[in-house]
């Protein structure tokens, strides 16, 4: 096939222009806002262009479908609250350039998709678990954003463009594209990554309930202060890690709600996310234990009731013996020395769409390591050599 490079990077710079932030390159484009619709709006019509059938599933992913059996390319493009124009965005316009490359020169059956909601508005690879069984559409259209709507409510925003959930069947495998969004390759002048296995990740909410009370006449004995048991868990839990996690292992308290929020309250309740990745399921599951036996212990010595919330979850994931060799056959021919294989420490929809079918991972540079930002970037010439990489395997894969 003959890549247009040049086609590619006009529609990938396109793509960025709905909700593009207007500071640097970065993009506001939550998943089903007005920007995401607009969007997929347009990737549909550019596969119809590209004589893909254009499909919209109940979820709000959307598909460039070819005919009869082919390999399934696509990554997702919503994005971030404050996100970057490349993480995910990338993966579904090489896909839409293999895919129209492949359908002009007459060669393989390529389609294409953009999960929905993979960033996590209402969770995290959304769209993708639904497909793939992880979830119903009974049980995700109860899970609710931050502001309170429910999935249920967002997604009858593509109501009326939605059809059926595609077969899986009628796909060989999936491969995704991606930004690296760590440093190793950027560090290393490296421009390739050829993807091992993404680590499996653990995400939860813990809620202490204290007593809301004035902050000037409440004696500091007296106090039942919810943030404070907040505070004592998180420094607990850091230091019981430190005998179980690898040099790979990572934790995050990204989130967090005070309530009433009020500089002269003591405030009564004090809600933060905990999230954990690891490639070992075992470390997972102990770090776990470690989660929810120090909350309730921080709650018991401070006199504080404690809420967990169900948590969110996926396996570790290892990709496909066959699809990653043609991946790292690629990335030798195309950029030879100056690439790796390397696990993903970033969650991806390829996790849950392994449970369908083979799937591997590519990953090009992130500059400085920076991702989920308005400061996101690739060098053109590196997404170009990665496109190449794509285009490659999936000759050999499909011939």
Not at 294 to 306: N, S, Y
Request: one cysteine or more; aromatic letters at 8%; charged letters at 20%.
């Amino acid at each position: 096939m003959n890549i247009n490079t040049d086609r590619f990077l006009r529609d990938l710079h396109k793509l960025r222009s709905f909700g593009a932030s207007g500071v640097g390159k970065g993009v506001v484009r939550p998943a089903f806002s007005k920007a995401d619709i607009d969007a997929r709006q347009w990737l549909l019509a550019q596969f119809e262009a590209a004589g893909l059938e254009a499909h919209v599933d109940p979820a709000g992913s959307v598909w460039g479908l070819a005919e009869g059996p082919s390999l399934l390319t696509g990554s997702h493009s919503d994005s971030q609250p404050e996100g970057g124009w490349l993480d995910g965005a990338l993966g579904v316009i090489a896909a839409l350039e293999i895919a129209r490359a492949a359908k002009e020169s007459g060669g393989a059956a390529v389609s294409v998709v953009s999960f929905q909601d993979e960033e996590g508005r209402f969770g995290g690879t959304t769209a993708s678990s639904i497909w793939a069984g992880g979830v119903s559409l009974e049980q995700a259209d109860k899970f609710t954003d931050f502001d309170g709507v429910s999935f249920a409510e967002a997604r009858a925003s593509m109501a009326s463009l939605a059809g059926d959930f595609v077969d899986p069947k009628r796909f060989t495998g999936f491969i995704e594209m991606h930004i690296e969004q760590g440093p190793w390759l950027d560090q290393a002048g490296e421009a390739i990554g050829v993807v091992t296995d993404i680590v499996g990740i653990r995400d939860i909410n813990i809620t202490f309930i204290g007593d809301q009370n004035h902050a000037g006449t409440t004696p500091m004995h007296f106090r039942r202060d919810a943030v404070q048991g907040m505070l004592d868990a998180i420094s607990q839990i850091n230091t019981a890690f430190g005998p179980i996690v690898s040099d790979s292992t990572v934790w995050t308290n990204g989130h967090v709600s005070v309530h009433p929020n009020a500089s002269s309250i003591v405030p009564g309740r004090a809600r933060f996310s905990m999230q954990w990745r690891d490639r070992d399921l075992a470390r997972l599951n102990r770090m776990e234990d470690v989660i929810r036996v120090t909350a309730k212990a921080v709650a018991e010595d401070r006199g504080l009731q404690v809420e967990l919330s169900d948590y969110w979850a996926l396996e570790p994931v290892a990709m496909d013996a066959r699809l990653k060799a043609a991946l790292s056959e690629a990335a030798e021919a195309e950029a030879p020395a100056k690439w790796r294989e390397m696990p993903s420490g970033a969650l991806h929809d390829a996790t849950c769409v392994s449970a369908l079918m083979p799937v591997a991972m590519l990953f090009v540079p992130s500059i400085n390591g920076i991702s989920h930002a308005f400061a996101e970037d690739t060098n053109e010439a590196d997404l170009v050599t990665g496109l190449k990489v794509l285009a490659r395997a999936v000759s050999r894969l499909t011939n």
